[in-house]
């Protein structure tokens, strides 16, 4: 039997009225102060030595592991550490230095085009304004915000593989998809952590709240989680206070 339009426009304001997350605010000031004081100053893997090496190891790394990138990228920056140099490498010996790393043929294209409209448009400058990075060459959402956060110390949200996940299996900031599971971490997250927050989530993700089994008995925040898949019970290892 149909429901009735008005029970149907119930139900929809109802998911639209959802909270954001299934905590509250003090068990999620709780969770990223223990972030911090595990990893006061995080950093992100993959290696670069400015914003436009930082820009190019991000566009690289798309559907590749960060390890696999700076295996490639080491030898790379060590000779084109510029767009002017990158552009005169050339596609085709820059192809040679990132074939290991997977779609390396339309990543050269795209980052030999990247050099060109940062000559072009940005006097060979990496910008420090989304709309502006996100209209170059192989450079989205995601990418943007790594380098708005890791060059210019904006408070950024990337959403990556381990940050959706997070956000979704514990119930920090649930979202169907990377956008809306970056605005609801904006949302909730308190300011004085936003700035090295996208970097906790993701070292999380990576090495602790791992995609087939988390490791939750290592888990800082495991007796405030959610998650309805807990590997274990036991309490979180102690965590220190802060002076």
Not at 161 to 187: C, D, M, Q, S, Y
Request: glycine share 6%.
């Amino acid at each position: 039997m149909q429901k009735p339009k008005t029970e149907n426009a119930a139900a929809r304001k109802s998911v639209a009225d959802a909270p954001l997350t299934a905590y509250s605010p003090e068990e999620i000031g709780e969770i990223f102060r223990r972030f911090r004081l595990q990893r006061p100053q995080p950093k992100g893997e993959l290696e670069h030595v400015n914003p436009f090496t930082l820009l190019v190891a991000v566009v690289l790394s798309a559907q590749a592991t960060d390890a696999g990138v700076n295996r490639a990228t080491r030898p790379l920056f060590k000779v084109a550490d510029t767009p002017q140099k990158m552009l005169a490498l050339g596609e085709e010996k820059l192809g040679q230095y990132i074939r290991t790393i997977g779609l390396w043929r339309n990543k050269a294209k795209n980052v030999i085009a990247l050099c060109e409209a940062l000559i072009r448009d940005h006097g060979g400058q990496v910008p420090g304004d989304r709309e502006a990075l996100t209209k170059l060459p192989g450079v989205g959402r995601k990418t943007a915000n790594v380098v708005l956060n890791m060059a210019f110390g904006q408070p950024t949200m990337a959403v990556d593989t381990h940050i959706f996940r997070i956000a979704n299996r514990t119930g920090l900031a649930p979202g169907r998809t990377p956008e809306a599971v970056e605005k609801a971490l904006l949302a909730v997250i308190p300011p004085q952590f936003l700035r090295h927050a996208h970097h906790w989530l993701i070292l999380h993700g990576r090495y602790v709240c791992k995609a087939r089994k988390p490791d939750c008995a290592a888990c800082v925040i495991a007796d405030i989680c959610k998650a309805p898949e807990k590997t274990t019970n036991v309490p979180a290892p102690p965590v220190p206070v802060e002076a």
